[in-house]
Each structure stands twice: as C-alpha cells, then as structure tokens.
C-alpha cells in the first residue's frame, strides 16, 4: 500500500469560495490533512452556489472533499487562541482575507510565524497584499476583466466576453498550490516557512501568452476574433450535418497541411501565404470555407473518423452529457464515483493528475459545516469543558 505524497502535511483551510479553497483541495488529493475552519454562523458561500440536491449544496461536495470540517470565529478571543494552537501543530494556512483583515485580529504573520517557525501562510487575494488596489473588494470576475482575458474573448464586433464559470480563480488555485509546495521545498533547506502572496490578477496574465511582450516590442494588441486565432488557420469551430459541432486545431504547418488534402483543397497548400501560422490566419476566410463547406456535408462521426485517419486535430464540441459519456474520458476516469453518506453516489472530476507509484485519491466529498470540530479540538487537546465554554461565546 502506497503513502500519499502529502500525508505528514496539516493544511488550515480558512479561505472561501474558489481559489483558496481549491489550492486547499489539490492538497488534499494527495494525502494532506486539510482542515477547513469556517465561521459558525456564515459558512463558506460555496454550499450554497449553484444546484443543490435536498439542500445540500453540491459545488461544496466538489469543492470541500477530503477535508475536514471545523467552526471558528476568528475575530474572538476564543476563536483566536484556538486558531493559534492549530497553527502550532499545522504547516500551511490558506487565507483570503482583505489584507489588514488577520492582523486586525491578532492573527496576522508576525503572531503566526511566532506560534510556528515552519509555517507557510498562503494570501490569496484580488489584487495581493499591497499597492492602490489591495484594499478592494476582488474576485475572479474582475481578474478576467483586468488581465485582458475578456479584451480578446468573444466575436470581433461583439462585447468583450467573461467566462461562464470561475476560469480566474481556478488558475490562481492551481498556482497557490504551486506556490505552497515551492514554499515547502524551501523549507526543507531553511527550516523556517513564508509568506506567499497570491493575487488573483496575476495568474490568468500569465497564462493569456505573450502580449505584454508582443505589445512592448511590436505595439501589437490582439483583437477579438471569435473561434478565430492570430496565430494559425484554419482553427474554428464547425457544424456538421447532422447538426453537431467540432473544433479543429491547425497549430503544427504538417497538420494544417493534411487537412487541406483532407478537405480536397491541396491546392491551398500551394499558395506563399500557406508557409507561416500568421499568414494563414490572415486568409482564415478562405480556408474556414474549404473545410467548412467539406465538414457541412459530413456527420460528426464522419468527420472525426476521417481527421482521425488523417491524422488531423479534430474534437467533438462537448457538453456535460458528451463528457460523461466520451471514451477517452473513461479510460483516464477523469470523472469518478464517490459514495457519500448524505446523498448517495455523486460523480465528479477525479485528482488532477496521475502518480504512477504515490497517485492522489478522493477519500471523502465535502462534510457537513462543522462536522469535525469536537474531534478536531479534542486533538489538540481541549477538553469538554473547553469546548463548551467556546460554544457558549459563540467561538465554535
């Protein structure tokens, strides 16, 4: 039997909603012990986004696996001691107050630091921890907006356009966790944690490329341009006869190639503008009409059984039901069951990644609020009358 990767680390998740929390999750998948702290009376807001099923939020289900539940109000002297004494025993906290918010509780990296020389204190926030904006409001919607992600999404003579689900705050999560495991391995040699800086702003920047560059060097803004790229063609998307949808991708010159013979057009090959990505995106006209007018006279299943042969990039345009039900999908379980005691079996994304000799797993979907607390606070030792006396201050 194989030993989770992160087993020996503890990990105090005090964020809500999506990035925090998620940096939290990944954790969990692989073996951390993560603990979510929540505030008695006004749980994370994620149970109650989106559907829920016999008023159990699903999204926490997804969201809260694998960690146990406690409640704490940290802003009072009880919530405060407690909160210092799991700090003590844990190696990461997860936070995404307003900055000032922990310090104003006595909370901030001066007493936690003080509590545990080794522990790593995740910030995540809109816009970090300093400058003009830090004091604001931030969310994942206004990282879209602001990192030029909605600037270029969207048809050329339409609206810039936001994700319809959380895109900024995913990839800030997938980065915090990133972040706390680089923090870690510094630790090994210093034997002291940090302090990570996460703002939400920053990540999706990064992954949009190289505009900031493009832009530096060249003066160059990239457009919107719908299903269309900058960078090569043709790249669309395309309805097939029997009225479904596919995407075909032409970023390699061979495989643009083969899909010009494919489509019964290889005298397109031919021409000078057909040599470069670029060129050929400034001709996406000309080749969206020749495969285009091919795919429209095709079933999907045709088509992809023709690319496939080709060995041309093509995918079918799903949806969730396409998802659960696509082969490959399958193969990788990338969406698995879990059984959970409050609804049942509940499929959902799988660990993000396979190890072939430590591999994540999903122990458990997310737990009632404050399920574990008197098991949680009797491990660090509080006894019953502790712990009544936390509940009676509202603490717990």
Same mark, same amino acid.
Request: no cysteine.
């Given at each position: 039997?194989?030993?989770?990767?992160?087993?020996?680390?503890?990990?105090?998740?005090?964020?809500?909603?999506?990035?925090?929390?998620?940096?939290?999750?990944?954790?969990?998948?692989?073996?951390?012990?993560?603990?979510?702290?929540?505030?008695?009376?006004?749980?994370?807001?994620?149970?109650?986004?989106?559907?829920?099923?016999?008023?159990? *939020?699903?999204?926490?289900?997804?969201?809260?696996?694998?960690?146990?539940?406690?409640?704490?109000?940290?802003?009072?002297?009880?919530?405060?001691?407690?909160?210092?004494?799991?700090?003590?025993?844990?190696?990461?906290?997860?936070?995404?107050?307003?900055?000032?918010?922990?310090?104003?509780?006595?909370?901030?990296?001066?007493?936690?630091?003080?509590?545990?020389?080794?522990?790593?204190?995740?910030?995540?926030?809109?816009?970090?921890?300093?400058?003009?904006?830090?004091?604001?409001?931030?969310?994942?919607?206004?990282?879209?907006?602001?990192?030029?992600?909605?600037?270029?999404?969207?048809?050329?003579?339409?609206?810039?356009?936001?994700?319809?689900?959380?895109?900024?705050?995913?990839?800030?999560?997938?980065?915090?966790?990133?972040?706390?495991?680089?923090?870690?391995?510094?630790?090994?040699?210093?034997?002291?944690?940090?302090?990570?800086?996460?703002?939400?702003?920053?990540?999706?920047?990064?992954?949009?490329?190289?505009?900031?560059?493009?832009?530096?060097?060249?003066?160059?803004?990239?457009?919107?341009?719908?299903?269309?790229?900058?960078n090569n063609a043709p790249r669309n998307t395309y309805r097939?006869?029997?009225?479904?949808?596919?995407?075909?991708?032409?970023?390699?010159?061979?495989?643009?190639?083969?899909?010009?013979?494919?489509?019964?057009?290889?005298?397109?090959?031919?021409?000078?503008?057909?040599?470069?990505?670029?060129?050929?995106?400034?001709?996406?006209?000309?080749?969206?009409?020749?495969?285009?007018?091919?795919?429209?006279?095709?079933?999907?299943?045709?088509?992809?059984?023709?690319?496939?042969?080709?060995?041309?990039?093509?995918?079918?345009?799903?949806?969730?039901?396409?998802?659960?039900?696509?082969?490959?999908?399958?193969?990788?379980?990338?969406?698995?069951?879990?059984?959970?005691?409050?609804?049942?079996?509940?499929?959902?994304?799988?660990?993000?990644?396979?190890?072939?000799?430590?591999?994540?797993?999903?122990?458990?979907? *997310?737990?009632?609020?404050?399920?574990?607390?008197?098991?949680?606070?009797?491990?660090?030792?509080?006894?019953?009358?502790?712990?009544?006396?936390?509940?009676?201050?509202?603490?717990?």
């Open positions: 039997m194989h030993t989770p990767p992160l087993k020996p680390l503890r990990v105090l998740d005090l964020a809500t909603l999506f990035a925090g929390p998620l940096a939290a999750t990944m954790l969990g998948d692989f073996g951390a012990e993560v603990i979510k702290v929540e505030h008695p009376r006004r749980p994370d807001p994620s149970r109650g986004h989106g559907p829920a099923k016999d008023g159990v *939020g699903l999204w926490w289900k997804l969201l809260g696996r694998n960690k146990r539940t406690v409640t704490l109000d940290l802003s009072t002297d009880g919530g405060r001691a407690t909160l210092l004494r799991l700090a003590a025993t844990a190696d990461v906290v997860i936070e995404n107050f307003r900055p000032g918010t922990l310090e104003r509780w006595g909370l901030g990296w001066d007493e936690l630091s003080a509590a545990n020389e080794r522990l790593v204190l995740a910030r995540v926030t809109g816009f970090g921890q300093f400058g003009p904006y830090s004091h604001r409001p931030g969310f994942g919607t206004l990282a879209e907006a602001m990192s030029g992600f909605a600037a270029i999404t969207g048809e050329p003579e339409g609206p810039p356009t936001l994700p319809p689900f959380g895109l900024a705050d995913s990839i800030a999560g997938l980065a915090t966790a990133y972040a706390i495991m680089t923090a870690l391995a510094a630790r090994t040699a210093t034997g002291r944690g940090q302090v990570v800086d996460m703002a939400i702003i920053e990540p999706i920047l990064t992954v949009l490329g190289p505009q900031p560059l493009w832009y530096d060097q060249l003066g160059f803004v990239q457009p919107r341009t719908g299903n269309r790229s900058t097939t006869a029997d009225d479904r949808w596919v995407a075909v991708s032409t970023s390699a010159q061979s495989i643009a190639e083969r899909v010009l013979h494919l489509v019964g057009r290889p005298d397109l090959i031919d021409e000078p503008w057909f040599a470069t990505g670029t060129d050929r995106a400034a001709h996406a006209d000309v080749l969206d009409a020749a495969v285009g007018d091919w795919i429209a006279q095709r079933t999907r299943d045709e088509v992809i059984a023709a690319f496939e042969k080709a060995e041309a990039a093509v995918a079918p345009i799903h949806d969730v039901r396409d998802v659960l039900a696509d082969p490959q999908y399958a193969a990788l379980d990338s969406v698995t069951t879990v059984d959970d005691p409050e609804l049942g079996a509940l499929r959902m994304q799988n660990v993000l990644f396979r190890l072939s000799s430590t591999p994540g797993a999903i122990r458990w979907a *997310g737990r009632p609020h404050g399920a574990d607390t008197d098991s949680v606070l009797a491990e660090l030792g509080l006894g019953d009358e502790e712990i009544t006396d936390l509940r009676k201050t509202g603490a717990v």
